[in-house]
């Protein structure tokens, strides 16, 4: 398959290699300058599950897309708040039959890609691979994931195009799962991020950390029970028990990962991506009428300490 991986910082990079080692025709495109010349200088660096790797692949800039290539698929791995802008720049690679997938974390995406493809061509889900920048030229990727997605709208030729995604996606070890419902599995990740990403960074620990502490779990149900009010608001049904469960089996699979927005905001002082996890949940809970204590605060505090820190 021809991919272009559009955002290739930690998680793009995961997926780029691994589509690549697996035979597939890869290109990466960033909009970060300095990550964009290590690209095209030295192509993806990573250590892989110990190893460290070199993979060259074609590279360009946000700002020179190429035209005259044909891709069968884009795969968004920006940071929330890029992502608009990506879809933008990429517009002039996209033909009548390229896909549009993203696997990003935050709630809403489809409406952004939707504003500029046609929905039979954008696909959704969601990830549980870690991955993290160590330099702007170098990712470390550890631990075991899976990933999961389908069609945003039903029917055919789309169903079956979601099963081939899946099929090259598992041929590359990317362990991915066809989903009925992708904005119940972006709601119930959206859970995942809305706990252990914003305590996780307002807390400044890993997740065995967090887990460990008094209120940990009544904080987790606090959280997942707002993100269910709204999201039944938008016809999305969250098991509220089968949710914290899976919040909280995270603790034993990866309990040594600091989330991304961790990875953002205090590793490295940038803007998290706040506003599509807890704080989707607070400005849509104000629209239905839903009150949002939790999330209303969580919110709030990371863009205090956002502000407080001059995060770029
Ligand atoms: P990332 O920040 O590593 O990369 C996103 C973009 O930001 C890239 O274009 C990258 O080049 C750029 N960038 C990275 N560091 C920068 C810096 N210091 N200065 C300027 N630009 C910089 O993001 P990611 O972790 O790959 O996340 C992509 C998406 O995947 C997000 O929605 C994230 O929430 C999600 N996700 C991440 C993880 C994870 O463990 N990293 C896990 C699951 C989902
Ligand atoms: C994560 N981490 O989603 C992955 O870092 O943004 C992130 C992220 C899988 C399970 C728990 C947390």
């Known amino acids: 398959m021809k991919v272009a991986v559009a955002g290739v910082g930690a998680m793009g990079t995961r997926f780029a290699l691994k589509l690549k080692q697996a035979g597939n025709n890869v290109t990466v495109v960033d909009g970060w300058q300095e990550r964009v010349a290590s690209l095209k200088k030295d192509g993806l660096r990573a250590n892989l599950d110990g190893q460290e790797v070199t993979v060259k692949v074609p590279a360009y800039g946000q700002w020179e897309v190429p035209r005259d290539h044909h891709f069968d698929l884009v ?133 065995t950390e967090y887990s460990k502490t008094s209120h940990a779990h009544e904080m987790v149900v606090k959280i997942v029970k707002e993100f269910a009010a709204v999201g039944a608001k938008e016809g999305v049904n969250l098991d509220v028990a089968e949710v914290v469960d899976h919040v909280e089996a995270s603790y034993d699979v990866i309990g040594a990962h600091y989330p991304s927005m961790y990875q953002d905001l205090v590793k490295n002082n940038r803007r998290t991506e706040i506003d599509y996890m807890n704080g989707y949940v607070s400005t849509h809970g104000k629209k239905y009428g839903v009150a949002t204590p939790y999330c209303d605060l969580l919110t709030a505090e990371v863009h205090t300490k956002e502000d407080l820190q001059g995060a770029q």
């Open 75 to 207: 795969l968004f791995f920006t940071k929330s708040m890029q992502l608009e802008q990506m879809v933008r720049d990429m517009l002039p690679a996209f033909d009548d039959d390229t896909l549009a997938l993203c696997l990003m974390n935050g709630i809403g995406h489809e409406k952004t890609l939707e504003k500029y493809l046609p929905k039979e061509r954008v696909f959704l889900g969601n990830t549980m691979w870690t991955a993290q920048m160590t330099r702007p030229d170098h990712v470390l990727l550890e631990d075991d994931g899976t990933c999961e997605l389908s069609n945003v709208e039903p029917g055919e030729p789309q169903r079956s195009q979601a099963k081939e995604l899946v099929k090259v996606f598992k041929a590359a070890g990317l362990k991915p799962r066809l989903l009925d419902d992708p904005r119940y599995s972006v709601f119930r990740k959206g859970c995942v991020n809305g706990t252990l990403n914003t305590l996780c960074t307002l807390f400044e620990c890993n997740l």
